[in-house]
C-alpha cells in the first residue's frame, strides 16, 4: 500500500492507496472537493494538480506507484446567483400541518443544480427568508456535467449510492451549520422543497439515470414526490416531509418546471420564450395556446469547461471584456477565462475581424493584459466549442418558433434564467448568435427562478398543484428526433 498526502486550504488529508490507482479516483475516494470537468476522461486538462518533487500532472492519466505529496486548488467562492424575485410571484403562506412539529418550525428550499447548490431558509411562521446559502455541488469531482457522472455511476460499483451520498451528506453539513449559527435544532426543520434538474433528482433518491443517457431518454421519475425525511437520512425532524417538483422529461427538469410557475402571471398574458443556458440548454415557448420544451446538449463550454483557458466563475476568472479590456472578479491576476467573459471576447473578436464569420482565426488571440507565461489564449478549438455551444440555443429556439408558427419578432419577450442567464451580456450574446437579435429591451435577466419556484413550493402546498397544472400544459419537443433540428445546428454554426 502507498501512501498519498492531499494539501488544500492549509489541511492535509492523508490516504492510502494500492499500487498503480488512479490519482483522481483516490482524491475522489478522499471526499475531498475537486474539479474534474470531463469526470476522468482525461480531455479536459482541468485536473491538473502539482506533486511535491515532481511537477504538474493530469491526474486522472496519473497511476500512483510511490508515497507522494500532492497539492490541490484551494476552494474559491464561486459567483452564485440565489435570489432574484422581482419577477417572481407570491404565495400565501400554508405549507401544510407542520406547526405540531415545533415551536420554531423552519423550512428549507433547495436548488440542486449541476454545478451549484442553493439553499433558502425559512421562518415558517412568517413565509420569510432567514438566511441563504450556496456552495458548489460536491458530485462536481465526478464530472462538470450529467451524462459524465451517469458515466461514473455506469462504471463503478456503489455509483449511484456515491452520488447520493455526496448530496445527502451536502444537505446535512448545510443545515447543520445554519441550526448551529442561528441556535435551532435539527427537529425544528420540519419541511423540505427541492428542485433540480432530473438527473439530479434521480441520484438525490438514489435512482439510476442510466435511462435517460441514452435515446429514447426515459427518466425512471418525473411526477412530484413526498417523502419521509427518515427515508433520505436527512438529519431533520423524522416526521418532517421532503417534497421533491415535478419534472417534465430527461432533459426538462423540476428547476424549469418550479421556475416556469414560479414568474409572475402576467407574463402568461404574453407571448415569450424562457431560456435557462447551462451544460444542457432548456427553452420554453409560451404562445397565446401552447407552451411547447425542449432541451439542447449546448455542452461544457459556458461552463469554461473544454475551454483551454477556461474556468468557473470564480476568483481569477475573466467575468467580462469590453472594448479590449478585461474585468475579473475578485479585481485579481488574470487566470482564465469563465464563461460570460468567453462570450464577450467572441463578441469582440467578431467585431474587431480577428475572427471570420466561418469562425476560423489566423492563430491563437491573446488576451490584451493577460500577464503570465503564455498570456491567456483563445484557440481555434476554443471557437469550435463556442460554436457548438451557441448553435445548440440558437437551433433549439428556431425550433420551437417555426413549430408554433410564430417568429422571433411577436414574441413580447425573452426571459433568461438561472445563473449563467443572469451574468452574460445580452448583447455580446446576441452579437455571437446565442441569442435572436431582437429589441434588447424585450430581455429580462430572471435570476434563480429555479430557487424562487423551490421558495414557493415550500411556502405553499397549493404551489405544488399549480406547478403539475402546468406541467401538463407543455408539450416536450424531442429534437433528437426531430427532422429539422441537425439542419437549423448546422446553419447556426455561423457568426453573422
Ligand atoms: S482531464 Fe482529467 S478530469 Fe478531465
Known sequence: MISVKLHKNGGITTITAEKGENLLKIIQ???????????????????????????????CLYPVDKNIEVILPDDREMKVLSSQYDYSKDVDLDPGDIYSLSDSPIGVAIDIGTTTMVYYF???????????????????????DVISRINFTAETDDGIEELQRQLIDNINLVIGRFCKKHNFSNNDIVRLSIVGNTVMLHTLLGVNALTIAHAPF????????????????VDINKDAAVLLSPSLSGYVGADIIAGLASIDESFYQKQFL?????????????????????????????????????????????????DGISKVIGDVEAEGVCGSGLIDIVAYMLDN?????????????????????NGIKITQQDIREVQLAKSAIAAGISRLLSIAGISVNDLDNILLAGGFGNYIDIKSAIRIGLLPGINIDKYIQMGNTAGNGAVLALKSESFVTEMEDLKNKVEYIELSTD??????????????
Open 29 to 59: 475516494r478522499s471526499g475531498t472537493d475537486f474539479y474534474a470537468p470531463c469526470g476522468g476522461n482525461g480531455t479536459c486538462g482541468k485536473c491538473r494538480v502539482n506533486i511535491l518533487n515532481e511537477g504538474v500532472v493530469t491526474s
Open 122 to 144: 425559512m421562518d415558517l411562521k412568517t413565509g420569510g427568508i432567514t438566511d441563504i446559502r450556496s456552495n458548489v455541488n460536491p458530485q462536481i469531482k465526478y464530472g462538470a
Open 218 to 233: 426515459t427518466p425512471v421519475f418525473t411526477d412530484a414526490k413526498n417523502i419521509p425525511s427518515v427515508e433520505l437520512s
Open 274 to 322: 424562457f431560456v435557462d443556458i447551462g451544460t444542457n440548454g432548456e427553452i420554453v415557448l409560451v404562445t397565446k395556446d401552447r407552451i411547447l420544451a425542449c432541451a439542447t446538449a449546448a455542452g461544457p463550454a459556458f461552463e469554461g469547461a473544454n475551454i483551454s483557458c477556461g474556468m468557473s466563475a470564480v476568483r481569477g476568472a475573466v467575468s467580462s471584456f469590453k
Open 353 to 373: 475581424e480577428i475572427l471570420s464569420m466561418d469562425g476560423n482565426i489566423e492563430s491563437d488571440y491573446v488576451i490584451p493584459g493577460s500577464a503570465g507565461s
Open 483 to 496: 427532422p429539422d433540428f441537425s439542419m437549423e445546428y448546422a446553419m447556426n454554426m455561423f457568426f453573422t
